[in-house]
């Protein structure tokens, strides 16, 4: 096929079509990568427990969807086993020395089995055709809060979850408590000198990350109808794309400096420009098997643009091409 021929066989209507659907899953991921950033911008940690607990999230609410209770009640407990992960990982680490990023895959690593155990097999599907909408008077308030069948009001529900979880973490690490696992992260030896216990900040801060995760975890599984051992496979990478893109963003419109809301309010947007990129690789026709070959590409990318761009205006780097100007001045004169 030559470039002509492909590039008439693309559709724009076509890509137009998906964007909302694009959007309403961004939203979602957004909501994930707020909990990777508790860890990943706070604490200073890679926490590896979030693919797993994404995957547990999911399996904890297609299970109670199943069993008939609500869909907020069971978001609800999804985020109480995501907090149990993040404590997992908290004490294994804190209380057992082992380091964080080791502590993060072994709790992962166990909870593949969990989540077998939680739904009986490796999938379990729960049809909105069967359950409905949550806003669907037959549904008795038991149906689900998102959908891929009703796009509008997924990207409605995804806004109000992330505009209130937004909202949260302003306010909770504003708080004295909250403020502590901020510099729990950033300056430790400060916590330490204050008398606060730096492992205790530690344990808060996955507990809260990881229920975040499990929140948007149990969100994907109403919105495709299903739960997979498998579904939370490369979460991290898709979070840290999320936060990388939205600060890139952030930090290129707001030269002054970003504010925390504003920060928070662009890791979700970064969710959704990274499943919206996603979706036009797709609709590119490019080989499904390189997705993730090119998400790591997208992160690699702009994980090295804050580097490069410090790297540009060091002040040594300015003074070498300074001086190398000079001696081609010099030589040539």
């Not at 707020?34 to 547990?56: C, E, H, Q």
């Not at 999320?242 to 662009?266: M, P, T």
Request: proline content about 2%.
């Amino acid at each position: 096929m030559d470039i002509l021929t492909y590039l008439q066989s693309l559709s724009l209507s076509n890509l137009l079509s998906r964007m909302p659907a694009a959007i309403a899953q961004g939203l979602i991921w957004g909501v994930m990568a707020l909990g990777v950033y508790v860890t990943f911008r706070m604490l200073d940690i890679a926490d590896l427990t979030v693919d797993g607990s994404f995957a547990v999230g999911g399996a904890v609410t297609v299970m109670l969807l199943m069993a008939g209770w609500p869909a907020w009640a069971a978001l609800l407990a999804a985020v109480i086993a995501g907090v149990i992960t993040g404590l997992c990982t908290g004490i294994l680490h804190t209380k057992l020395g082992i380091p964080a990023i080791l502590a993060g895959i072994l709790t992962q690593f166990a909870l593949y089995s969990i989540n077998l155990r939680i739904m009986g097999q490796a999938n379990q599907t729960a049809s909105i055709k069967k359950f409905g909408l949550i806003f669907d008077p037959e549904s008795h308030g038991k149906g689900f809060l998102v959908s891929s069948l009703y796009i509008p009001q997924a990207i409605l529900v995804g806004l109000i979850i992330a505009g209130i979880l937004i909202a949260g973490f302003y306010w909770y690490f504003g708080t004295e408590q909250g403020s502590a696992i901020r510099a729990a992260g950033s300056n430790p030896a400060m916590i330490r000198a204050q008398g606060i216990n730096i492992n205790t900040m530690q344990i808060l801060g996955l507990a809260l990350s990881n229920a975040a995760v499990a929140l948007a975890g149990g969100l994907m599984t109403q919105f495709q109808g299903t739960a997979d051992v498998n579904m939370g496979r490369g979460s991290i990478v898709i979070g840290l794309a999320a936060i990388i893109i939205g600060e890139v963003l952030c930090d290129a419109l707001f030269r002054k400096g970003c504010s925390f809301a504003v920060r928070l309010i662009f890791v979700v947007l970064g969710g959704v420009l990274y499943y919206i990129v996603m979706t036009i690789i797709l609709w590119l026709r490019l080989d499904p098997n390189d997705l993730k070959l090119l998400t790591a590409v997208i992160v690699a990318i702009f994980l090295a643009v804050p580097y490069l761009q410090k790297q540009s205006h060091s002040s040594f780097k300015r003074a070498g091409k300074m001086a190398l100007k000079n001696e081609k001045e010099a030589h040539h004169a």
